[in-house]
T-cell receptor
Framework: DTAVSQTPKYLVTQMGNDKSIKCEQN?????MYWYKQDSKKFLKIMFS???????INETVPNRFSPKSPDKAHLNLHINSLELGDSAVYFC???????????????FGSGTRLTVV | DAKTTQPNSMESNEEEPVHLPCNHS???????IHWYRQLPSQGPEYVIH???SNVNNRMASLAIAEDRKSSTLILHRATLRDAAVYYC??????????????FGQGTTLQVKP
């Protein structure tokens, strides 16, 4: 039983297309996150939702829009894809962002996005 | 956000202990010290965390200096499967803060057979 699952695992698409990545967690956690790992392996937080409410919105182009239909799901939609969007995108969840650091994050296995 | 400093890379022999250091001289009283690792082609994985006291779990031990300005992740018997990038992260969770995990460059651990 996968705790944090992302689909698809691989995504190859052309510049200018619109694509979505889906994430689901079955841990009963309140908070979910999207991270981007670029070609230099640097992991950067993009967004976070707590029980469907946006709590973190880093400096990310408007072409990226997260959506959380319920606390178990956090999807990432990307419009007008660019070459620079090629990266591995990781979804994660945690008990609750107010947990005072006593719980860890659980990450998914990633979605490798390649824009050609 | 308080920052951490880790060596870029370390090597270890299989079945020997590994001590991965982390400096965090600007740590605040509300910062938890978290360690994660990322195996090749996988997402980051939680390893251990602590506040002031040393911590042990099935994966590793965390030794925290008395002044909390440094910590060491200890793998008691390295295996080839422990080859990964290890991240030391401070998580600030005082009131009003989201306590987000901010990843640095980490330490790439190589384990030799």
């Amino acid at each position: 039983d996968t705790a944090v699952s992302q689909t698809p695992k691989y995504l190859v698409t052309q510049m200018g297309n619109d694509k979505s990545i889906k994430c689901e967690q079955n841990l009963g956690h309140d908070t979910m996150y999207w991270y981007k790992q670029d070609s230099k392996k640097f992991l950067k937080i993009m967004f976070s939702y707590n029980n469907k409410e946006l709590i973190i919105n880093e400096t990310v182009p408007n072409r990226f829009s997260p959506k959380s239909p319920d606390k178990a799901h956090l999807n990432l939609h990307i419009n007008s894809l660019e070459l620079g969007d090629s990266a591995v995108y990781f979804c994660a969840s945690s008990q609750n962002f107010r947990d005072r650091g006593i719980y860890g994050y659980t990450f998914g296995s990633g979605t490798r996005l390649t824009v050609v | 956000d308080a920052k951490t400093t880790q060596p870029n890379s370390m090597e270890s022999n299989e079945e020997e202990p590994v001590h991965l250091p982390c400096n965090h001289s600007t740590i605040s009283g509300t910062d938890y010290i978290h360690w994660y690792r990322q195996l090749p082609s996988q997402g980051p994985e939680y390893v251990i965390h602590g506040l002031t006291s040393n911590v042990n779990n099935r994966m590793a031990s965390l030794a925290i200096a008395e002044d909390r300005k440094s910590s060491t992740l200890i793998l008691h018997r390295a295996t080839l499967r422990d080859a990964a990038v290890y991240y030391c992260i401070l998580r600030d969770v005082k009131s009003g803060n989201t306590g987000k995990l901010i990843f640095g460059q980490g330490t790439t651990l190589q384990v030799k057979p």
